[in-house]
């Protein structure tokens, strides 16, 4: 019952595959934090999976319960959050092509992502087009108070607020307006090897990314040769993009400031600092590879998690389509 009266949080990660250092510091472990004090609907976006062809479907299914037991090992609880897969419950494509209908095409054109995804393709599916009125529905089907994404989401928060507001607009008060909820250090975690581009799983060089249940002897490696510059000191500033990302992922690893990291390393060298980086990252992802390898094994638990968190979030989503298409002017739902 308590539930009830908390604020409400919708987010989710693609099972596009193994989560990097960059998901966990700037989502997965805010949103961790964040269980305890919001009634959350952590859930996983395979549909929005379908956006890039060509992928392997037997390699989705895969993924959706790696990602459930990356989810799992991240600390997301089942006992008090929701933890369900998109395409399970019914709602979210309904409620996307209801708001498809009110938002005005060049808006998606103008999407950030979209441009980005879209550059150099042979084959752009209509799907990555609409992939942001999908994430609209996904929000907005739990009258989501508050999104917690990365800053690369941010546009797309923006933009599920305005169709909000257009629906409001146009039918009458439905949807709450979601705030996005973007954690000021890492919020953009760069690669070890440039660190003027984000860190991400499609990066052609490996050793920018730290997977998070990868081998730590290979985490070690990837942090020690992470790219500096060539002056010394342990500080952020804009010419040292290298020490900054380590200096903000060791303040996120740790739950600590930046300027106290900068402070606590002052007379160190870059080798000594890797190092110390290295040792901490680890020290903190050990336990969660163990929980991982412990859950991967075990499909029918995982099974059991998704098959609760999707019914009580298809209860929700009944509630609120139910409303939405008498708004629209359908005689029923379902
Ligand atoms: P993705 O892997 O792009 O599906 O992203 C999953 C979540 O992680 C989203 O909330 C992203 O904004 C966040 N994220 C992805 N890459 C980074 C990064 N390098 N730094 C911080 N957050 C990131
Ligand atoms: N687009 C998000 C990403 O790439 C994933 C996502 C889909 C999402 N639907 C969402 C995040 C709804 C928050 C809320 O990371």
Same mark, same amino acid.
């Given at each position: 019952?308590?539930?009830?009266?908390?604020?409400?949080?919708?987010?989710? /990660?693609?099972?596009?595959?193994?989560?990097?250092? +960059?998901?966990?510091?700037?989502?997965?472990?805010?949103?961790?934090?964040?269980?305890?004090?919001?009634?959350?609907?952590?859930?996983?976006?395979? @549909?929005?999976?379908?956006?890039?062809?060509?992928?392997?479907?037997?390699?989705?299914?895969?993924?959706?319960?790696?990602? $459930? !037991?990356?989810?799992?090992?991240?600390?997301?609880?089942?006992?008090?959050?929701?933890?369900?897969?998109?395409?399970?419950?019914?709602?979210?494509?309904?409620?996307?092509?209801? @708001?498809?209908?009110?938002?005005?095409?060049?808006? &998606?054109?103008?999407?950030?992502?979209?441009?980005?995804?879209?550059?150099?393709?042979?084959?752009?599916?209509? +799907? $990555?087009?609409?992939?942001?009125?999908?994430?609209?529905?996904?929000?907005?089907?739990?009258?989501?108070? #508050?999104?917690?994404? +990365?800053?690369?989401?941010?546009?797309?928060?923006?933009?599920?607020?305005?169709?909000?507001?257009?629906?409001?607009?146009?039918?009458?008060?439905?949807?709450?307006?979601?705030?996005?909820?973007?954690?000021?250090?890492? %919020?953009?975690?760069?690669?070890?090897?440039?660190?003027?581009?984000?860190?991400?799983?499609?990066?052609?060089?490996?050793?920018?990314?730290?997977?998070?249940?990868?081998?730590?002897? /290979?985490? *070690?490696?990837?942090?020690?040769? !992470?790219?500096?510059?060539? +002056?010394?000191?342990?500080?952020?500033?804009?010419?040292?993009?290298?020490?900054?990302?380590?200096?903000?992922? @060791?303040?996120?690893?740790?739950?600590?400031?930046?300027?106290?990291?900068?402070?606590?390393?002052?007379?160190?060298?870059?080798?000594?600092? =890797?190092? #110390?980086? /290295?040792?901490?990252?680890?020290?903190?992802?050990?336990?969660?590879?163990?929980? *991982?390898?412990?859950?991967?094994?075990?499909?029918?638990?995982?099974? %059991?998690? &998704?098959?609760?968190?999707? %019914?009580?979030?298809?209860?929700?989503?009944?509630?609120?389509?139910? =409303?939405?298409?008498?708004?629209?002017?359908? &005689?029923? *739902?379902?």
């Amino acid at each position: 019952m308590e539930k009830e009266h908390k604020q409400i949080i919708v987010t989710g /990660a693609q099972p596009t595959g193994m989560f990097h250092l +960059g998901n966990y510091l700037g989502a997965v472990k805010n949103w961790q934090r964040l269980q305890y004090d919001y009634e959350c609907f952590f859930f996983i976006p395979n @549909l929005h999976s379908m956006t890039c062809p060509p992928y392997v479907p037997a390699e989705l299914r895969k993924t959706t319960y790696s990602l $459930l !037991a990356q989810y799992l090992a991240c600390g997301l609880d089942p006992k008090v959050s929701h933890l369900f897969a998109q395409s399970e419950v019914i709602g979210h494509t309904e409620l996307a092509w209801v @708001l498809g209908c009110i938002l005005p095409v060049g808006q &998606l054109f103008r999407m950030t992502q979209f441009k980005a995804k879209s550059q150099d393709k042979d084959f752009v599916g209509s +799907g $990555l087009l609409y992939y942001p009125i999908l994430m609209a529905a996904d929000i907005l089907l739990y009258n989501a108070d #508050c999104v917690p994404v +990365g800053e690369d989401q941010k546009q797309h928060v923006e933009l599920t607020r305005d169709l909000a507001q257009r629906f409001n607009q146009t039918f009458s008060e439905t949807f709450v307006l979601p705030e996005p909820y973007i954690m000021k250090t890492c %919020a953009r975690v760069h690669s070890l090897q440039d660190p003027t581009k984000k860190m991400s799983k499609s990066d052609a060089n490996k050793n920018g990314t730290i997977l998070l249940f990868e081998p730590v002897d /290979a985490i *070690y490696k990837k942090i020690k040769s !992470a790219v500096t510059d060539s +002056g010394s000191g342990i500080f952020c500033s804009p010419e040292k993009p290298g020490i900054t990302n380590l200096i903000e992922i @060791l303040a996120g690893i740790t739950d600590r400031r930046v300027e106290d990291i900068e402070d606590l390393y002052k007379g160190y060298n870059y080798g000594d600092f =890797k190092r #110390c980086v /290295a040792e901490a990252v680890i020290e903190h992802l050990k336990p969660m590879q163990k929980r *991982y390898e412990e859950l991967i094994k075990d499909q029918s638990y995982l099974r %059991a998690i &998704l098959d609760e968190g999707k %019914a009580f979030a298809q209860e929700r989503a009944n509630r609120m389509m139910s =409303k939405v298409y008498r708004k629209v002017g359908m &005689l029923q *739902y379902g």
